[in-house]
């Protein structure tokens, strides 16, 4: 079976779109690819159809399979689900399954079962996953949103910056990595993360240009010239049977702004991180079934939004970052039809983002304070939680989630280990502060970086040229991998 046939016996297209083909041939061939593809371009098929193409150590003790790294854990099942349906032998391992259903799938990748496996990142730090991987062939690596892999990137996983210790233990398996946006600079941190030379990978870099999105800017002052731009959007697709989705940095403003256009007698649904996960979940439902078709939302909605009618996405608040805006805009008309997306502009806005990467970006001062209070006030710190440790550290401002920044980078450096959710903390401190942590000049290029994101933003906003130039010059669209970027 070559790849055409695969294609048409398991998904019944005819043939490949884009440079599919050519990075089907790459993998098959045993080298390693990054693909930059706009969302809905077709990426999956890019591991799928070498994950059924049967290879020769087949025969060979350890069964092949190709494993699929995901971060979305709620995207995994409807992937696998979809598979299956075509005949696919698929399955993923990940939290939201029961003991017994983990365990039973555990066996059957033991003994052999599936061709596509698929799991997030930190599956890799349970010991008894290590040991039934360790008995397969790992034939392909497929890394999907491969720019969480960079802390340079927007969406930053720490568990994705271990990938070279999970290719060591996989046999260093031929790799793919996938994502919609990377920068330049992300795209050679991916290939440092995946433990590879620029030479020893090729770049497929199909663009990000999605023709059937507008893409609008309007600087306004002010809450009603928002809410006229909102109305007037909203108004224009009220007679499609598609959704639209209007984001907010702040629950506060989201909540201002449901308040109004109720005033004005527009349905809509609130979607944000201060809703009970029960509601999120079936606001999400609904709004999947085209229940209904105005969200209001911070940008905690969005991971796993598979929608194909999506017929706008407004920005009332300016996004974090130049990445953050064109994934968000992303969702938009999958389906390929026309939609609009809009970001509105108030100077005033920003204000709250610079505020927001300075949270994100803590001092060395803080990340002594906290290994302070973690390693030697371990006991209440495990005791009492995250509330007592921000007490501790007078961090207790809304927006400031510098403890958990930290935590995080502790844990990325090995220093701790362990889990903080809903409050609680249950780690273990494994070593002293490695000097990378504490170096100054370091984070003070991280902090640049982020402002430099987020200042592109304005930069596009301003722009009075092809603003689509504007952004695949960003995205680096029609440049080779560089071979170093400024780092520390
Ligand atoms: P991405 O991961 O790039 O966002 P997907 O891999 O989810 O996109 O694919 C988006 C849609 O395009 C899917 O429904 C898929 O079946 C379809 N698709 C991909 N490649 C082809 C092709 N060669 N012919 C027809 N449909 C395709
Ligand atoms: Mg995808």
Redesign the pocket.
């Known amino acids: 079976m070559n790849p055409k046939d695969a294609l048409h016996q398991f998904f019944g297209f005819d043939s490949f779109r884009g440079s599919q083909a050519a990075i089907i041939d790459r993998v098959l061939g045993g080298g390693h690819a990054l693909v930059i593809m706009p969302?809905g371009a077709g990426?999956?098929l890019c591991y799928q159809i070498p994950a059924l193409i049967p290879c020769d150590d087949e025969q060979s003790q350890r069964p092949a399979v190709t494993l699929v790294l995901s971060p979305l854990i709620a995207l995994m099942k409807d992937q696998v689900d979809a598979l299956r349906a075509r005949g696919i032998e698929a399955t993923y391992i990940n939290s939201s399954l029961s003991r017994e259903e983990r365990v039973r799938r555990y066996s059957e990748v033991a003994e052999g079962r599936y061709r596509l496996l698929y799991v997030t990142p930190e599956r890799f730090r349970k010991p008894e996953f290590r040991e039934v991987i360790g008995r397969r062939h790992v034939r392909l690596l497929a890394v999907?949103?491969a720019h969480c892999i960079s802390e340079w990137g927007h969406d930053f996983r720490p568990d994705y910056s271990r990938l070279i210790e999970i290719r060591e233990l996989l046999g260093q398996p031929t790799t793919i990595a996938?994502t919609?946006t990377a920068t330049p600079d992300v795209q050679t941190d991916i290939v440092r993360q995946l433990g590879l030379r620029p030479d020893e990978i090729e770049l497929f870099h199909e663009g990000i240009e999605r023709p059937n999105l507008r893409l609008d800017v309007q600087e306004v002052w002010g809450d009603d010239e928002k809410l006229e731009h909102i109305v007037a959007v909203h108004g224009r697709h009220s007679a499609s049977t598609g959704s639209g989705i209007v984001y907010f940095t702040l629950i506060r403003t989201l909540e201002r702004f449901s308040e109004l256009l109720r005033q004005r007698r527009v349905p809509h649904v609130c979607y944000h991180g201060d809703l009970e996960r029960n509601d999120r979940r079936r606001i999400q439902n609904e709004f999947m079934q085209g229940h209904c078709p105005l969200v209001l939302a911070t940008p905690a909605f969005g991971m796993g939004i598979d929608k194909e009618d999506i017929r706008f996405v407004l920005h009332a608040e300016i996004p974090g970052s130049m990445e953050a805006w064109y994934q968000e805009i992303g969702r938009a008309g999958r389906d390929g039809l026309p939609s609009d997306c809009l970001l509105l502009y108030d100077e005033a806005d920003l204000t709250t983002q610079m505020e927001f990467i300075r949270w994100s970006n803590p001092d060395t001062d803080f990340y002594h304070r906290v290994y302070d209070l973690v390693a030697h006030d371990h006991e209440r710190a495990t005791a009492f939680g995250l509330d007592w440790l921000r007490e501790q550290l007078h961090a207790k401002q809304k927006h400031d989630h510098r403890l958990e920044t930290v935590l995080g980078m502790l844990e990325r450096y090995g220093v701790i280990e362990g889990t903080w959710e809903d409050e609680s903390l249950q780690i273990e401190v494994l070593s002293e502060l490695p000097d990378e942590l504490l170096d100054r000049n370091r984070l003070a290029i991280k902090l640049r970086h982020d402002q430099e994101k987020l200042l592109a933003l304005v930069r596009l906003i301003r722009h009075d040229g092809n603003r689509m130039a504007f952004i695949h010059e960003y995205f680096g669209q029609g440049r080779k991998l560089a071979t170093s970027i400024e780092r520390p």
């Open positions: 969302t990426k999956s999907d949103e996938l919609a």
